[in-house]
């Protein structure tokens, strides 16, 4: 079966599985449940492919078995686990290591509403665990069996705001890890048949930025990119063997910026678009401009907060 998936693009699968089925290529999605990994699961569904979804909420991913196997896939296995604790990846890598994927998508990651100093330790490095350790574990669990069949392909859903800098600072950072950690890995592990894709996402109507606790509403419909196209435009890199997909052409816009613009304009930029420094009275809370700029970077609203209020000092340009 052929497979946008197919990193090339001859739709063949490795022996090794058992049953009707076994033939049918195999993928393993994070965070399957909702947004960006559910858009994933049901794309892949609906091209035949046997499913692992993992999340950590039990019912709602037996709720979604139904949906899937109505699209298309021929078997969908769920595993509940938690991401950003040491035992949930110990269980999917131990899963990945010994079964065969063909198509792995560390979709699970979080953002969080909050500035630097308003964050606990705790709640930075949960943020860290899961949009980085969870990244790096499951690829290192599942690279070696995709190495040794001479086929695979990775997917690692990061962020324009790993491509831009911005607040929501820790966020940005861990996307940007999952760039540079993604190229290298398709560097390395293309001419042994793997391909491994950073994906880029904007906004995305998902409950993403419910749960941060980051108000979307001033947002404009057309910064949003849409779950379907964007996993869509992804499968399509991934067959094409580019490591970094940038679904949209706003966000394809911003990361050629990103990339040719001197640094220090690209910062300059970003702190007038939606920026809040850091007042000498604490940290900043949450406000009226706070639009997605912990998932982005960058306001994106059109609003620019470009005065700085009274008393509020601007962080010193490095
Ligand atoms: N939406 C956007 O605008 C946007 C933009 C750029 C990048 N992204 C990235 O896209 C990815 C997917 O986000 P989304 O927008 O689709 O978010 P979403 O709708 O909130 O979905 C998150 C998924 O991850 C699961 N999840 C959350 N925490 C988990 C944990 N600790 N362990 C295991 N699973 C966990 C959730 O299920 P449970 O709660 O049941 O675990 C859910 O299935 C993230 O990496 C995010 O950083 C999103």
Redesign the pocket.
């Known amino acids: 079966m052929t497979t946008p998936t197919d990193p090339r693009g001859t739709g063949s699968t490795s022996a090794g599985s058992t049953g009707t089925t076994g033939n049918r290529p195999v993928a393993l999605i994070?965070?399957?449940?909702?947004?960006?990994?559910?858009a994933f699961a049901r794309n892949l569904a609906g091209q035949g492919f046997r499913l692992i979804l993992?999340?950590?909420?039990a019912a709602?991913?037996a709720g979604r078995r139904s949906v899937l196997l109505a699209l298309g896939a021929p078997e969908v296995d769920t595993v509940a686990?938690?991401?950003?604790?040491d035992a949930?990846i110990d269980t999917v890598a131990e899963l990945l290591a010994g079964s065969r994927v063909d198509v792995l998508v560390n979709?699970?990651?979080?953002?969080l509403a909050k500035d630097f100093l308003d964050s606990s330790d705790a709640e930075l490095m949960?943020l860290l665990d899961?949009?980085v350790t969870?990244v790096l574990r499951l690829t290192r669990a599942a690279l070696p069996g995709m190495v040794k069949r001479g086929f695979g392909g990775i997917i690692n859903?990061?962020?324009?705001?790993g491509v831009v800098p911005g607040r929501g600072g820790t966020?940005g950072a861990s996307?940007a890890w999952v760039i540079a950690f993604s190229e290298a890995m398709h560097m390395e592990y293309a001419p042994a048949g793997v391909r491994v894709q950073a994906l880029?996402?904007?906004?995305?109507?998902?409950?993403?930025?419910?749960?941060a606790g980051i108000d979307m509403e001033g947002t404009p419909g057309w910064m949003?990119v849409d779950?379907d196209k964007l996993v869509v435009t992804s499968l399509a890199d991934l067959r094409l063997g580019r490591p970094v997909s940038i679904p949209g052409a706003l966000y394809r816009t911003v990361a050629a910026g990103a990339k040719v613009l001197p640094r220090s304009l690209i910062r300059s930029l970003a702190m007038r678009v939606g920026w809040k420094p850091a007042t000498p009275d604490g940290p900043t809370g949450t406000g009226p401009d706070d639009t997605?700029v912990a998932?982005?970077g960058f306001a994106g609203t059109g609003v620019a907060d470009t005065q700085p209020a009274a008393g509020v000092r601007r962080r010193p340009a490095d």
């Open positions: 994070t965070g399957a449940t909702s947004g960006i990994g559910d993992v999340a950590r909420d709602r991913l686990a938690d991401l950003s604790t949930g979709n699970a990651g979080k953002g949960e899961l949009n969870a859903v990061a962020s324009i705001a966020y996307k880029c996402p904007g906004f995305v109507r998902t409950e993403f930025h419910q749960r949003y779950a997605g998932d982005t």
